[in-house]
């Protein structure tokens, strides 16, 4: 119903690519598989991956400095748990490896961050239905069991 009519064939310019690679980074910072993903709906995979070879050569795409930016912004924006990071930071491409390391550096007590949540989500003396809630939208944040039961307690006992 909504088809291209003149859908054009993927771009093998590899100037073109690498012009387009810079202009995503303009925009934000990406990881090397999201950048050579959104390149190749353009261009071939070759120059795409010209592109960023390029670009990575050039110091103006790095994975590792990538994950811990993007790392720091969801746990200050999104406030999710270092599981939850690294799931993030692995569905954009980075490596198990550099999302842990990245989940790591964060400066912040997983239990703590996980009772602050838990003290705006749920008033003291909350029903069983009300408690469930929480515990899905703190294990939607990543946070592990022990946290989110340690959280619910100290709100109970409040």
Aim: proline share 2%; hydrophobic share 35%.
């Amino acid at each position: 119903m909504f088809e291209r009519k003149n859908k054009a064939a993927p771009s093998g310019d590899k100037d073109k690519a690498y012009d387009a690679a810079l202009s995503f980074l303009d925009a934000r910072d990406h990881g090397e598989k999201e950048l050579f993903d959104k390149l190749t709906r353009r261009f071939t995979p070759e120059a795409a991956r010209s592109a960023v070879y390029r670009l990575k050569e050039n110091g103006l795409v790095d994975d590792e400095r990538y994950a811990r930016e993007y790392a720091r912004r969801l746990f200050e924006r999104k406030r999710l748990a270092r599981r939850g990071i690294v799931a993030k930071l692995r569905a954009r491409g980075i490596t198990g490896e550099v999302a842990s390391a990245a989940a790591q550096e964060l400066d912040f007590d997983e239990d703590e961050a996980a009772r602050e949540l838990a003290e705006e989500l749920l008033e003291p003396g909350a029903s069983q239905k009300e408690k469930q809630r929480v515990v899905r939208r703190l294990t939607s944040l990543g946070y592990s069991t022990g946290s989110i039961i340690r959280a619910i307690n100290a709100v109970e006992e409040e």
